[in-house]
Each structure stands twice: as structure tokens, then as C-alpha cells.
């Protein structure tokens, strides 16, 4: 019944461990073999940063990096996979170290914006017009470096020359208030679609709202999904979950709050999303603890509590809640609701 919904994570979701505090604890697992995995997990889309797809893009020229893209769309079609977006990895290179689109630095944000045209010639080969834009570095670890009226207008130059490199290009921006910087530009999907209108082509700017950033800037991340879809713009998400303001956890889908990742599908539902055609991205992480042979479970988990919680959302009983709601007896809605989600 819920089967409508296409699902997508990307090759970064399955990882060996590493953290900020300690080395890796599992083996790396190839892209080819990550490939293998994704339809065994129940996933159809792939999400690309541009240099998971073609990963010395740096040194090749052009026409090679579109040469090697072209293989990669080759062993997606022979897995029957589809690549949902490329987003360029602009906070590793050295290049970025004080962002990209936003350093002071006019050589760094002219490399920043060819960047854009390279991953724009990777989604094109790999067969989707969908950029995603994580700011990860545009933002300041204090304010006083930056003039961020300036940064503003930076960002919408380099996503007006992507607009105008490619008249098909589609951008979605993930937005994020914090970490790896102090504080983020655009850390809020309102951010976000206010930057798309004053862009060259609005039309072709929109968002993809991940849950656990919108925790970490004390929103709701199913209200953030609403704004979105109110204007049409919801063009991605990477669920999650998020226990507390700490650092970004990447948890297992409902599993630091199941009500408010039943309020995230419940939007979804509300707003059509899976009529669009749109994927649900799940933007997990495996604990450190996983044995290799377990690290890739926290995905399809993730999947199975989403379909369950559509279940949730389509059997919720409808009169009880337009009753509850005509009387104003949110206490009663309230308990309805905790009800239906212990299956009492
Ligand atoms: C990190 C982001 C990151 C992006 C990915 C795609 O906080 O969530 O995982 O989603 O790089 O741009
Ligand atoms: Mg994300």
C-alpha cells in the first residue's frame, strides 16, 4: 500500500567508522560493492557528491571527468539504480578551507563556481538535473571574518552561474545553522527559498530539508517540511534523527522520537510528496559499534520504521481527529494520537 514511496541514501552513509576521535573500525566498502547493496536494502535512488562518482575530478580535465561519469551512469543501469542528485564536495579541498562560494578569497570562489559547472557535467552524464548545495563552510567560526551581506550575494553568483551554465540545472539547498562552522549562512529552509527568489530563475532553486539540522536550529523539522511544501519546494529530504543540540548525530530514522518522525511523514502524506516523485533520502549513519556485517542496517531500519509510520499516518482515525479538533480538545487528539503510536 505504501510501496509508492522511492527511497535513496548515499555511498557516504556507509562508512567505516572513523570519528573525530578515533580511526576506523571497519573495512572500507567499495563503491562498486556499495552499488550491490542498494536494491538488497530496498533503495532505488543514489545521491552523489561529485567526487564520489569521479574521484580525482580535480586532476582531469573536462571531457575526461564526463568520460568517467559516463561509466559510473553505465554501472548504475546494469544495478537498475537511478542517481537522484551530485552535490559538490567543496569543504574538502584546501581551496575551501575558509568556504567556497563565500572566502575572502576571489580565486577560491572562482575554483568554487567551476567546481559547480564540473558537478553540473557529472549530473548530466549520470542522468539528473538535481544539484544539492551543503553550505558546509559558507559561515564563519567568528563574525567578524567574513562581511556577510557580501557572503549572500556571493552565494546567489554562484548559483545564478550554474542557472545560466546549464538552463536544465535544478539546485536544492540542504540547509544546516552549524557544524563544521560556528555558525552557517542559510541555516534554515526560510533561508533558503528567500536566497532561491532572488536568484536568475527561482523556479529552479528549491530545498531539501534534512532532520536533524532543523533540530539543531530548535525547529521542527515537520514544519520546515511544510513551509517547503506549501511553496512547492520540497525537492529532497534526508531524514534522520537527532538527540539533542549536540553534534550531528545522523541517527537512525524515529529512533530519538518516534512522534515527531510520525508528524514528518504525516506532512509527507499531507502534501503529496510521494506523488511527486521525489525520493525519500535517508542521511544515516551507523554506530561506531556496528560489525561490518551490521553496518548497513541502520538504512533499511530506517526504511521499515518510515513505511511503518505511513501505515501509522493512513489508519490515524479520521473521525476522532476532526472531532477532537472541532471541540478544541487537543488533550483528547493528543492521546489519540500517543495511543495509535503504542498500538493501543
Ligand atoms: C552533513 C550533510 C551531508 C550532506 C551531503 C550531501 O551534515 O547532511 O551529509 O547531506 O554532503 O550534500
Ligand atoms: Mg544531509
Not at 535512488?45 to 568517467?68: N, S
Not at 528567500?194 to 533540530?215: F, K, N, Q, S, Y
Request: charged fraction near 25%.
Amino acid at each position: 500500500m505504501a510501496a509508492e514511496y522511492r527511497f535513496s541514501f548515499g555511498p557516504w552513509n556507509i562508512h567505516s567508522g572513523a570519528d573525530p576521535f578515533g580511526p576506523p573500525v571497519r573495512p572500507s566498502v567499495s563503491f562498486a560493492e556499495k552499488l550491490k547493496l542498494y536494491k538488497q536494502l530496498g533503495f532505488d535512488g543514489v545521491q552523489f557528491h561529485d567526487d564520489d562518482a569521479v574521484p580525482d575530478m580535480e586532476e582531469l580535465a573536462p571531457a575526461e571527468i564526463e568520460r568517467q561519469a559516463k561509466e559510473v551512469k553505465k554501472m548504475l543501469d546494469g544495478e537498475g539504480l537511478v542517481a537522484e542528485f551530485v552535490a559538490p564536495r567543496l569543504w574538502e579541498d584546501p581551496r575551501g578551507i575558509d568556504g567556497a562560494f563565500t572566502s575572502n578569497d576571489p580565486q577560491c570562489r572562482a575554483w568554487a563556481v567551476e567546481r559547480l559547472k564540473r558537478c553540473n557535467d557529472i549530473a548530466n552524464a549520470l542522468g539528473t538535473r538535481l544539484h544539492v548545495l551543503w553550505l558546509a563552510r559558507e559561515g564563519t567560526y567568528i563574525r567578524e571574518a567574513k562581511n556577510a551581506i557580501q557572503a549572500h550575494q556571493h552565494l546567489i553568483d554562484a548559483i545564478n552561474a550554474l542557472l545560466e551554465y546549464d538552463p536544465h540545472a535544478e539546485v536544492a539547498i540542504e540547509p544546516k545553522p552549524n557544524e563544521p562552522m560556528d555558525h552557517a549562512y542559510i541555516p534554515t529552509i526560510g533561508h533558503a527559498l528567500a536566497l532561491a527568489e532572488r536568484t536568475a530563475d527561482p523556479g529552479r532553486v528549491g530545498g531539501l530539508i534534512e532532520t536533524a539540522h532543523a533540530l539543531l536550529a530548535g525547529l521542527d523539522p515537520s514544519d520546515e517540511m511544510a513551509f517547503a511544501l506549501a511553496l512547492g519546494k520540497l525537492w529532497s529530504v534526508h531524514l534522520n534523527d537527532q538527540n539533542g543540540l549536540k553534534f550531528d548525530q545522523d541517527k537512525t530514522f524515529g529512533s530519538a522520537n518516534l512522534r515527531a518522525a510520525f508528524n514528518q511523514v504525516r506532512v509527507l502524506e499531507l502534501g503529496g510528496y510521494a506523488g511527486t516523485g521525489r525520493f525519500v533520502g535517508l542521511d544515516v549513519k551507523a554506530m561506531r559499534t556496528q560489525k561490518p556485517e551490521a553496518a548497513q542496517k541502520h538504512l533499511a531500519n530506517s526504511r521499515e520504521i518510515f513505511l511503518l509510520l505511513v501505515e501509522k499516518v493512513r489508519t490515524f482515525p479520521r473521525d476522532v481527529e476532526r472531532q477532537c479538533i472541532a471541540d478544541r480538545d487537543y488533550e483528547a487528539l493528543e492521546l489519540a494520537v500517543l495511543k495509535h503510536l503504542v498500538g493501543s
